[in-house]
T-cell receptor
Framework: KAGVTQTPRYLIKTRGQQVTLSCSPI?????VSWYQQTPGQGLQFLFE???????NKGNFPGRFSGRQFSNSRSEMNVSTLELGDSALYLC???????????FGEGSWLTVV | AQKITQTQPGMFVQEKEAVTLDCTYD???????LFWYKQPSSGEMIFLIY??????QNATEGRYSLNFQKARKSANLVISASQLGDSAMYFC??????????????FGGGTRLMVKP
């Protein structure tokens, strides 16, 4: 059974650009959430989607957005990149309310 | 106030010995879940174990067990017979309001475990 797949794994962007990250959840999982991990702030929740609807949203500016497609795949977008957006972005999937939440390998974003 | 506190930034353990990683939490919800994850240097978060607030037995998964003390609001991870491959960051996380919370987790700051040969 394939795990959570995130693409791209590594990317470098310039300040002011925008970036789109993709996440394919485990087959059958309809709940997808995104997290940002930085050395200074640790792991922080960005948002969660279920059945193409955003269920929860963390405390991030509007430059951070996401969406979920009918096949449960999800994308997150960061516009007008700032140096502080450099981070590991992790996607997680589960059955709704499930007791096992699986993460992907993450996308390492560097903003220069 | 911090919702999840991991007070040990780093720990050493001798190979084949057991080690306990501490986690305390703060919530006013009656229904919640506690998770432990392992993060090697590659970045992937590996699910280890889950404990529900209403579970009467401590959770176990192979060499991992969770010492759940509800009154003290602690959920310590115990790794038995440490192996070199256990060297990694370990994160404790909580999901509040289980019935409606989906998979929104609050994480602690993590503990870096180093296993000595």
């Amino acid at each position: 059974k394939a795990g959570v797949t995130q693409t791209p794994r590594y990317l470098i962007k310039t300040r002011g650009q925008q970036v789109t990250l993709s996440c394919s959840p485990i087959s059958g999982h309809r709940s997808v959430s995104w997290y940002q991990q930085t050395p200074g702030q640790g792991l922080q929740f960005l948002f969660e989607y279920f059945s193409e609807t955003q269920r929860n949203k963390g405390n991030f500016p509007g430059r951070f957005s996401g969406r979920q497609f009918s096949n449960s795949r999800s994308e997150m977008n960061v516009s007008t990149l700032e140096l502080g957006d450099s981070a590991l972005y992790l996607c997680a999937s589960s059955l709704i309310g499930g007791n096992t939440i699986y993460f992907g390998e993450g996308s390492w974003l560097t903003v220069v | 106030a911090q919702k999840i506190t991991q007070t040990q930034p780093g720990m050493f353990v001798q190979e084949k010995e057991a080690v306990t990683l501490d986690c305390t939490y703060d919530t006013s919800d009656q229904s919640y879940g506690l998770f432990w994850y392992k993060q090697p240097s590659s970045g992937e978060m590996i699910f280890l174990i889950y404990q529900g607030s209403y579970d009467e037995q401590n959770a176990t998964e192979g060499r991992y067990s969770l010492n759940f003390q509800k009154a003290r609001k602690s959920a310590n991870l115990v790794i038995s017979a440490s192996q070199l491959g256990d060297s990694a960051m370990y994160f404790c996380a909580m999901r509040e309001g289980v019935n409606n919370a989906g998979n929104m987790l609050t994480f602690g700051g993590g503990t870096r475990l180093m296993v000595k040969p």
